[in-house]
């Protein structure tokens, strides 16, 4: 069945430094989106990206969708404590579930 | 409401046990996912109910997890003489279509199987 693999599981970082996410499908997805869950909160929509090479951008964050549509990424430049959570990615095939990966968990210190 | 509700918030139970989790999706989506989040962990898909279609089940762990949504809205998740490993926060979100869309979650429904 699909599977979306992230990398890494788990990042510390300094505040100001970048910080990357991967996201890995083991299928070609119609589209793939990005969650940030706090910790004790739930996942909350970041974005969705639908074309091959899509790059998007909110503020400090950066999303791009590979060529192949079997990748993505999420970088995160000059981090902030605010930042603090796990960033899922999630993607499907068209008219299936959405499959999410198991995340990762980014803290950031002052 | 504006967004997902889910009862309980909390649930304890005993092993052996039947439980319901309730679900009410944003009015006029179609879409309803369940997912479970064990602590520090990701998001394992449970089942997807689409419209009036069939739902893919394919994530429920055990034939004693069953869900039904009625009337294409609220969904109730039951679990079936529930064991320790099943303790869990029991996440619902719902979409205006499929997985074309954000997702909105709600707040989830902690389970403690004693």
């Known amino acids: 069945g699909q599977q979306v693999m992230q990398i890494p599981q788990y990042q510390h970082v300094q505040e100001g430094e970048d910080f990357t996410t991967y996201c890995n499908s083991s299928?070609?997805?119609?589209?793939i989106q990005w969650y940030k869950q706090r910790p004790g909160g739930h996942p909350v929509f970041l974005i969705q990206?639908?074309?091959?090479?899509e790059v998007k951008k909110q503020k400090r964050l950066t999303f791009q969708f590979g060529e192949a549509k079997k990748n993505s990424s999420l970088h995160i430049t000059a981090t902030q404590t605010t930042d603090v959570g796990t960033y899922f990615c999630?993607?499907?095939?068209?008219?299936?579930?959405?499959?999410f990966g198991k995340g990762t968990t980014l803290s950031v210190s002052s | 409401g504006a967004g997902v509700s889910q009862s309980p918030s909390n649930k304890v139970t005993e092993k052996g046990k039947d439980v319901e989790l309730r679900c009410d999706p944003i009015?006029?989506?179609?879409?309803l996912y369940w997912y479970r989040q064990s602590l520090g962990q990701g998001l394992e898909f449970l089942i997807y109910?689409?419209?009036?279609?069939?739902?893919?089940k394919s994530g429920l762990p055990s034939d004693r997890f069953s869900a039904e949504r009625t009337g294409g809205s609220v969904s109730t998740l039951t679990i079936q003489r529930t064991q320790q490993e099943d303790s869990a926060v029991y996440l619902c979100?719902?979409?205006?279509?499929?997985?074309?869309?954000?997702?909105?979650f709600g707040p989830g429904t902690r389970l403690t199987v004693l």
């Open positions: 999630a993607g499907n095939q068209a008219g299936t579930a959405l499959i």
């Open positions: 299928t070609t997805l119609s589209n």
């Open positions: 990206l639908v074309k091959s090479g």
């Open positions: 009015s006029g989506h179609t879409a």
């Open positions: 109910f689409q419209g009036n279609s069939a739902p893919d």
């Open positions: 979100a719902s979409a205006i279509w499929g997985g074309y869309n954000e997702q909105f």
